[in-house]
């Protein structure tokens, strides 16, 4: 634990730092921006929180400013279908989201009148808002004094005190270390700047010491034992495993098929394909759970694709259409129209280079 002088130091050295080096992001209020009286909008905001989990800001962005314009309110987004949603979300990943959003939006509409609540605790109530998204809205919107904890801040409070147990298990006392140093006058820039300290000066590899306002106070600077920190068990391997997909044009058409809406990709569209298996099987078992009979060629090489708890491999087979009628008839060049994975769009992209 840090006494009162050094936290109230720590403070003012991380504000300070902020305040000059601090990123200026599409949705983010600057501390002058608060000073000249510009208060946080919390629609972008909580728009912004649920794109940025599992996804870099760069990318975001994109998106952030294509829904705001495609659905400038809570209302708009909540009235609008949800495979628009999907669609417009295609690219992002971790596709939850996209479906919470939706569902959180009609409850934000249904059960709050249109604004979101303004706490913590009711924040985490709706659907897609987890521990991390509550505390930031809370502290960025409603200026609430909470404890806005991600992985990166994990990092830098693990190294600040030498946090000698292994994660997970170290969680809770990152978070009381971290709620011990925040910043209860400056919640919203506080922990706006601990994550722009996380994202570009802690980092991962070559956290840039020299250039951090924490440097004196770090006890993994002073050992020089940064990397060391947040500890962690020795990595086990990713599991593999393979599927294949069927992919059959016929006159700028594609055939596609609706994922179920829970589990991976939920609600997404694909090509029709086999279950997923840890050990590639024979091709007469991919070929025995093809949609329907065709003269099936299986196209050279493979789509790789890692996600998050294994790495898929993924065979393609190109084959004819009969009289069969499938769920989507998706033309080629209106793909946009589709929530189509990157993931599909790779195996499409395969298929027909050949
Ligand atoms: S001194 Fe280095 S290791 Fe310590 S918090 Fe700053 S950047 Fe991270």
Redesign the pocket.
């Known amino acids: 634990m840090k006494s009162s002088q050094q936290i109230k130091t720590m403070r003012e050295a991380l504000l300070g730092w902020y305040a000059q080096e601090g990123r200026t992001l599409p949705w983010r209020i600057r501390p002058e921006d608060r000073a000249a009286g510009v208060v946080a909008d919390q629609y972008k905001i909580w728009l912004s929180e649920i794109m940025c989990q599992q996804t870099t800001t760069t990318a975001a962005s994109a998106y952030w400013h294509k829904f705001l314009q495609t659905w400038p309110t809570v209302q708009d987004l909540a009235t609008a279908p949800r495979d628009e949603i999907l669609t417009a979300w295609a690219g992002l990943g971790y596709y939850a989201r996209a479906r919470n959003l939706h569902k959180c939006a009609e409850i934000v509409c249904d059960d709050y009148g249109g604004v979101f609540p303004d706490n913590e605790a009711e924040l985490l109530k709706l659907p897609g808002i987890g521990a991390y998204s509550a505390a930031a809205i809370a502290s960025i919107c409603y200026n609430e004094a909470t404890n806005v904890v991600d992985g990166n801040v994990e990092r830098?409070i693990s190294?600040?005190f030498r946090v000698e147990a292994v994660m997970p298990k170290a969680k809770p006392e990152i978070r009381a270390l971290a709620a011990s140093l925040a910043d209860p006058k400056h919640p919203g820039d506080y922990a706006q700047a601990l994550m722009d300290?996380g994202a570009h000066?802690?980092k991962p590899k070559n956290?840039?010491?020299t250039q951090?306002p924490?440097?004196s106070e770090?006890a993994?600077?002073k050992f020089g034992t940064?990397t060391d920190y947040p500890r962690r068990k020795a990595k086990t391997a990713r599991p593999v495993r393979y599927g294949a997909v069927f992919f059959i044009e016929e006159a700028g058409h594609i055939w596609l098929r609706q994922r179920p809406d829970n589990g991976l990709l939920g609600g997404m569209a694909e090509l029709p394909g086999t279950d997923w298996t840890g050990e590639k099987p024979n091709v007469d078992i991919w070929l025995a759970q093809a949609p329907i009979k065709s003269n099936w060629q299986q196209v050279e090489g493979e789509v790789k694709h890692v996600f998050t708890h294994f790495t898929l491999y993924l065979s393609v087979f190109k084959g004819q259409v009969g009289a069969e009628k499938f769920e989507i008839r998706a033309a080629m060049n209106r793909f946009d129209k589709y929530a189509l994975p990157s993931l599909m769009r790779k195996a499409i992209a395969l298929a027909r280079q050949q």
């Open positions: 830098v190294r600040i300290l000066i802690c956290p840039k010491c951090c924490w440097q770090c993994a600077h940064m």
